[in-house]
């Protein structure tokens, strides 16, 4: 797993002064990483009756639509305001400055699907509170958050007390 850590590339000041950037890019554009990244996630998945990946806009979309290919599922999407052309629910939370919002179609699921919700990266986990919040009204059983990378001292999981959180990579 060492090795899949170290590709990812870190951005120091990006996108503002004191944040130090996990880049995922390098690790995605390295064909066999990718693969084992992928193959490592879905490989926790195998057997399990999934119903549904939530992909997390926008690099959520990747491992998100990458896992759905290998567990057989459909993937659904969580988008920024304005770009979901169906009826939507959203929900909004706090950012650092502001709020944000996140927008999911309302015919997403069936009532009692069993979904696994991905993103890139657990930071503050403010944004997959958010998700699981949006998701939770649907009567859907999230069987999982997953991740390709956590940042441990951020501490993300308090904010999902809830949900069992999986990351592959620890940081
Ligand atoms: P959070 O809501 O704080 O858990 O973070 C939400 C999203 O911001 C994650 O899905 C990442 O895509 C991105 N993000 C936050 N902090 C970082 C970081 N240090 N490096 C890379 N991506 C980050």
Redesign the pocket.
């Known amino acids: 797993m060492d090795d899949l850590k170290q590709i990812i590339r870190d951005i120091p000041d990006f996108p503002k002064k004191g ?4 880049d995922i890019t390098t690790l995605l554009s390295d064909a066999k990483s990718f693969q084992r990244m992928v193959d490592l996630l879905a490989h926790r998945y195998v057997g399990e009756k999934i119903d549904q990946i939530v992909g ?1 806009e926008a ?2 979309f990747i491992l998100g639509a990458a896992l759905a290919y290998k567990l057989g599922t459909g993937i659904t999407l969580v988008r920024k305001p304005g770009k979901l052309p169906f009826q939507t629910r959203s929900i909004s939370y706090e950012l650092e400055y502001g709020t944000d919002t996140l927008e999911i179609h309302e015919d997403a699921f069936k009532k009692g699907d069993r979904i696994i919700l991905a ?10 509170a958010a998700v699981v919040k949006l998701v939770e009204k649907f009567g859907v059983e999230i069987y999982e958050c997953a991740f390709m990378a956590e ?1 441990e001292f ?1 501490n ?1 999981r308090s904010k999902l007390p809830d949900a069992k959180v999986y990351s592959l990579l620890k940081f």
């Open positions: 944040i130090v950037f996990k997390i690099r959520g993103d890139d990266l657990l930071a503050t986990g403010g944004t997959m940042l951020l993300g």
